[in-house]
């Protein structure tokens, strides 16, 4: 099943609306990494609420999504892991280390906002 | 289990053919007892001393429970009811089980009691086998079922009072607390076994997922150790909270605590800890960008 990724402003918000195969999340991977570069983004939000499983797979490839894209110089921020999800993840050592997460997607756009404020004070000062 | 131990006759010895009745034979035991009553009393108290039996009560206490406990012995074995009996014992265990007095105290007690009965019938009727025979197939029964009614008594009790709290602890033991827009605490207070550190992450997830929580404080200051399981799960609710966009802010690591964990080599890297709860706050508040100032700068001077 395609993600649907939708641009807006300065970013990507990809909203997962059902269980994905392995093959569907490295699509998802793949073309997020790619837009980020044709549409200039700031930043790329993944919206998993719709997920009642997270599986070793998919946090690594949320992982090496974040990596990519930080890479590719955005920020990227996953939002929207239930409660129940995120104790099973913890509970198979699955901890999305090194990646921003968020409640959900207002918390998650006004992280990246945050995120680029201290980057432009930082530009300024420079 | 308990149930049938209580109310079954006692099914330890099936009494030979008596010549007397078993009635007449009590009645007479029962009299033995009341005459001796004064030095089998005082004899067993003693001998419950020596045993280091009941050692959080004082003298005259013991003396005081040797001396009710005799008597309702005494009538039970009289009447054959065991109602009053059953009564005391839950009422005493009721009274001694606080000041941490221990099953196998109790037990060992009622056992000296037979035993130091059972002796001042060998005394009595040395001289005559046969009735000395009778007499203990009349008497040994009877103090089984005693001996069954008080321990079985006193354990009931136990386990009820162990249920209540336990319920009490369940139901006390995770607040998750709003203290600000966006800011809960978590105070945890006494020990944590694994269940409980698994109730308390659910219960801290849902609560950031409701309270629309960006930071949480969890004051540990209440917990008295931590043991390398307790520190992970602990690890694993800061890691699950940050899943879920949550910073958590640890407070309240005792000099002990933080002893015990670098000694057992927990690593604690990932996690914000703050000295005390007030700074812990103060942190959190920091993170959300409160600043919090006297009023009287803004309200003029009371």
Redesign the interface.
């Known amino acids: 099943m395609e993600v649907p990724i939708l641009k807006q402003q300065h970013y990507l918000i990809a909203t997962i609306q059902a269980a994905l195969t392995d093959a569907d999340l490295l699509h998802l991977r793949d073309a997020l990494v790619q837009k980020v570069g044709k549409f200039r983004s700031r930043g790329v939000i993944v919206d998993v609420t719709a997920l009642d499983v997270l599986d070793s797979f998919a946090s690594r490839t949320l992982q090496e999504l974040a990596h990519m894209i930080r890479l590719r110089g955005a920020d990227t921020v996953i939002v929207g892991i239930q409660p129940e999800v995120a104790f099973s993840m913890i509970q198979l050592g699955l901890n999305l280390e090194g990646v921003a997460t968020a409640l959900d997607l207002e918390e998650g756009l006004s992280f990246l906002d945050k995120q680029r404020k201290i980057e432009n004070t930082r530009g300024l000062r420079n | 289990m308990k149930a049938a131990i209580r109310e079954g006759p006692a099914p330890f010895v099936k009494p030979l053919q008596p010549r007397e009745s078993t009635d007449a034979l009590l009645r007479e035991l029962v009299a033995h007892l009341r005459q001796n009553r004064t030095q089998l009393r005082g004899e067993w108290a003693r001998r419950i001393r020596d045993a280091q039996l009941l050692t959080a009560m004082t003298e005259d206490e013991v003396f005081a429970e040797v001396t009710s406990v005799y008597d309702n012995y005494v009538e039970a074995l009289e009447t054959g009811t065991f109602e009053a009996l059953q009564a005391y014992a839950r009422n005493l265990s009721e009274r001694i089980i606080p000041r941490g007095v221990e099953t196998r105290e109790v037990v060992g007690i009622v056992l000296l009691l037979r035993d130091l009965l059972a002796r001042s019938l060998f005394a009595k009727y040395q001289d005559d086998f046969d009735k000395l025979n009778q007499i203990l197939d009349a008497y040994e029964p009877a103090a089984n079922r005693i001996a069954n009614t008080v321990a079985v008594g006193f354990v009931q009790e136990r386990e009820r009072i162990i249920r209540e709290q336990q319920e009490a602890i369940r139901e006390l033991s995770t607040p998750v607390l709003q203290v600000r827009e966006r800011l809960l605490i978590l105070p945890i207070i006494g020990a944590i076994d694994p269940q409980r550190a698994r109730q308390l992450?659910?219960q801290l997830?849902?609560g950031?997922?409701t309270n629309?929580?960006?930071v949480v404080v969890i004051d540990i200051t209440g917990v008295a150790a931590l043991d390398s399981s307790v520190a992970n799960h602990l690890v694993?609710t800061v890691?699950?909270?940050?899943?879920?966009?949550?910073t958590v802010i640890v407070t309240g690591l005792s000099p002990e605590i933080a002893q015990t964990l670098v000694t057992i080599g927990v690593d604690l890297g990932k996690m914000n800890t703050v000295g005390d709860l007030q700074g812990g706050i103060e942190e959190a508040e920091r993170l959300l960008g409160y600043t919090v100032a006297p009023a009287r700068d803004s309200q003029g001077s009371p």
């Open positions: 992450t659910e997830l849902r950031i997922r629309r929580a960006r694993q890691e699950a909270s940050r899943l879920l966009g949550a």
